[in-house]
């Protein structure tokens, strides 16, 4: 009965995965993505897990150049008013990063929820309605992460305006636009972050962000080895 | 440069881990959870991508017997205030699910989001604010894909009122409470989901959740093996 184990060799796959992620804007090719494994991805998506098993999530494929390019023209819209926030030396930096890869990826994938995909009542929901979008962002880090052990890169582009995307995309209103992804291959997978090798920010020690039983709640003395395996 | 490829061993991996997930409420047993396991699975729910690489998420590990027993109590409270909201038949069904399991797993852990953690503006969270909140979502999938792949099971307990969780574990207001999570070994991780196995709700098909250029845009011809692999 039940599933059998994941061996040792297939945990580490998984971790090599996960520390692999990245968030891709500037290694794209031009080379499709298998349909096939197209289909992998978005089913991998799908098996996220959902409030009330809603499965919330819509998926809009990309690939017509002259829908990305409109994309990408919100995306510099959006950005420049964006720019406006940071002082002078960070908006220079800001506008010198490359953000995105709309028009260079194979593919987009527009990921959008449905909040009122079930009659009635939703099991699990009443207390946290926000939930069914949670539900939808594990959808997408389903497929980040599938998308990743395929060795096809993913880069999720925030700036964007999403009165624009329900328009370009036709997209009724009540459906929430949670993310948009470019996904394709790439010419590597950086080790290191990239805001993060551009010194934008670094990374935070992990042992900073655990606590024990209550906010600020100091590690117990049984947890010492964990407090050691947080700062690798 | 860049990272090594993942082999198809090591794909097959990672899909076996997503979709064997399952959110667990009624199979866990008492058995700890090693110390350096956590620490791992702790690590990969840090090592998630983050909007401006705010990384705003913060973990409290409870295995308080008396801080979990409040939480239940909240927990009952808001369950029986959903129920008033399903018809006679489908409440008396709700109200015979087991939908947590906060007392018999050895360790539960509360996932917050701190929506200040970088001071001035973040790059990329100026059109989307909600992303900081996406990210902190993608570091719980995150957790638990690495607890499956340790063979740990995760229920994520959603029944739960936020202003009870602040008071409880005193987390500072303007923190954002996203997730609240059980973990242990279990008996078996099951096959199907379990309101799947209830009769409560089925698998949608993938091929109706997936559009091509715009909303509800079919596949196109070259697409066609796209629709076959989207009906497994």
Known sequence: MGQPDITAAERDAVYKTIFGRRDIRKHFTAEPIPVAMLGRILKAAHHAGSVGYM???SFIVVDDVGVKARVRE????EREAAAEKFDAERREKYLSYKLEGIL???LNICVTCDRNRIPGEVIGRNSMRETD???TVC???NLWLAARAENIGVGWVSILNRQDLHE???IPPKHVIVAYLCLGYVSEFPEIPELEAAGWRSRLPLEDLVYFNQWNGKLPEIYRELAAALKD
């Open 104 to 106: 260079e990826s194979p």
């Open 168 to 170: 370009i995309l036709n």
């Open 55 to 57: 499965q919330p999530w």
């Open 74 to 77: 919100s995306f510099l819209r």
């Open 133 to 135: 979008v949670y539900s």
């Open 139 to 141: 959808a997408v880090q």
